[in-house]
């Protein structure tokens, strides 16, 4: 909520799966509530204009639009309303492009539950202390300002800028969500499963995670075969 007030979500997503599951999402985030669901140009302008909804949930890809586009041309008319990319786009220019617009989040798909609750729960949090400021000050000062747009500082390893060939920092944050999300050690295979990767490539990202003690691994023996690796995040 923002103050008293549920936070109105659209999503505008052209796979309904998708869509569905976002859905399905926000149900379980206490102070949110979607008011629709748009595939298309024309349904999101329709929405947009007609919902005026306080958060959108936006894919770039489209195929009668470019999500970025849409966003561009909401802007211009003034639209108020905060917006979270959740996209397969990975493309760096794309999140340039949506930083410069202003979007409060960038999500790569596919999306686990708790990266996106994060991102809701971040975005209510803003919005109520912007509110509050609004209400209790004509003018703020530098210091209040800063503590505005201070970001969660875990959600990138701090040695990002330090980071080998090879080791992506948003792929590498996805796949400790996916460690995260997990009651017990898991596999490679089941890492590669779960992001739609190679088996090699979230064996390469867990072996990263391992050798800076993000992480611990061990052997997991089953009734048949070779004993087989398994991850968890350290306790």
């Known amino acids: 909520m923002i103050g008293n007030r549920t936070i109105e979500v659209l999503i505008i997503e052209d796979d309904l799966r998708v869509a ?9 985030i206490e102070g949110f509530q979607t008011v629709g669901i748009a595939a298309s140009y024309l349904e999101a302008k329709s929405y947009i204009d007609i919902l005026q909804p306080d958060l959108l949930l936006l894919d770039v890809h489209f195929p009668d639009m470019d999500g970025l586009a849409l966003l561009k041309e909401a802007k211009q008319q003034r639209k108020q309303m905060g917006v979270i990319m959740i996209t397969a786009a990975k ?4 999140v340039q492009e949506a930083i410069s617009i202003g979007v409060f989040d960038y999500i790569i798909k596919p999306v686990v539950f708790e990266r996106f609750k994060q991102a809701l729960i971040q975005y209510r949090d803003f919005q109520c202390k912007l509110e509050t400021l609004g209400m209790d000050y004509p003018h703020i000062t530098q210091e209040q300002i800063d503590q505005l747009l201070q970001k969660e500082k875990n959600r990138l390893p701090k040695d990002k800028s330090q980071l080998p060939k090879g080791i992506d920092p948003l792929t590498l944050i996805k796949v400790l969500e ?19 990767v190679s088996r090699t490539t979230a064996r390469r990202y867990l072996e990263h995670l391992v050798s800076g003690e993000k992480i611990e691994a061990d052997l997991a023996y089953g009734t048949v075969g070779r004993p087989e690796r398994v991850y968890l995040v350290k306790k």
Not at 23 to 28: A, L, P, T
């Open 20 to 28: 569905e599951i976002q859905k399905r999402f926000i149900e379980q």
């Open 178 to 196: 996916v460690l995260k999300t997990a009651s017990v050690g898991v596999t490679a295979e089941f890492v590669a499963q779960e992001m739609g």
């Open 91 to 94: 493309e760096i220019d794309k």
